[in-house]
């Protein structure tokens, strides 16, 4: 039987570049989002090549509309090998507009919505022996951003759940990956206005994405430049850390305020 993947956020941006490569592995891949005519579109390329792919309308905030769609993806394609949970978005929360309604959002597409996806399709990895679960989370999470809580949070509950499921599948045969990118330009990316060093392409994101999770890396943050920055930020004594950060969000502050005049 062929195996099957259920890919979240397969509309665009890393999502949309990943499942071509997904489908020339062999894999029948149900493609996921809430745009389901962009969802058409990547459909058809992956058909274009040989592969099978099934465009399937998706809120993943909303838990009913996630077990829906899982089933009609073991109904038409098969019972899923491996779950991609790489849908997510994020907008700037600054503290001087601080609204609890966008940590709401946050939580509920990137924390929320990898936890209905397990949830929905874990017991079938556990009743078939084996599978495998990819999160795609961010060095966001490691650290508090300012200006990105309600990002930079759900992303850490992201990360600690993955490890937690990690380390308690070890004896299952269900292996669970953590994707880490640093910046890549995708519609999210493109709101923001600060400079994004190491800037990636989503076909490149992709690509390495695709090899962590065919070798079922751990853990896969990338590319190592942005690793190292973060990593190091963990090194700094809090004094220093919140001063640093301080000073750079004043600049950001500063920097929007004159474009937007």
């Known amino acids: 039987m062929q195996p099957v993947t259920f890919l979240t956020g397969a509309s665009s941006g890393i999502g949309r570049a990943l499942a ?21 579109e990547v459909a058809e390329t992956i058909r274009a090549a040989g592969g099978r792919a099934l465009p399937i309308e998706c809120d993943v905030a909303d ?9 009609r993806c073991e109904d ?8 991609i949970a790489n849908a997510g978005m994020g907008r700037p929360t ?6 609890s309604s966008d940590f709401e959002v946050a939580l509920a597409t990137n924390f929320m ?20 679960i990819v999160g795609v989370s961010s060095p966001a999470g490691w650290r508090g951003i300012p200006g990105s ?31 880490e990118p640093g910046f890549v330009r995708t519609e999210m990316t493109d709101q923001n206005d600060f400079q994004m060093p190491f800037l990636l392409e989503p076909e490149d ?28 930020t963990n090194l700094l004594p809090l004094a220093i850390y919140d001063r640093l950060f301080a000073r750079l969000t004043r600049q950001r502050n500063a920097f929007a305020e004159e474009q937007s005049r």
């Open 205 to 232: 994101a992709a690509r390495r994405i695709h090899r962590a999770i065919l070798r079922r890396r751990r853990v896969f943050a990338f590319p190592w430049q942005i690793k190292v920055l973060f990593k190091s």
């Open 149 to 179: 809580g309600a990002y930079s949070s759900s992303k850490a509950a992201m990360t600690n759940l993955l490890e937690s499921l990690r380390i308690e599948l070890l004896d299952q045969r269900v292996s669970v990956t953590t994707i």
């Open 94 to 99: 600054p503290v001087r507009n601080f609204r």
């Open 113 to 132: 919505g990898l936890v209905y996806c397990v949830e929905a399709t874990l017991p079938g990895m556990l009743r078939r022996g084996g599978g495998q």
């Open 76 to 83: 038409e394609l098969g019972p899923v090998d491996r779950l």
């Open 20 to 40: 071509p490569l997904l489908a020339a592995d062999g894999h029948a891949v149900a493609l996921v989002a809430r745009r389901v005519h962009l969802l058409d």
């Open 63 to 71: 838990f009913s509309s996630v077990q829906l769609a899982v089933q």
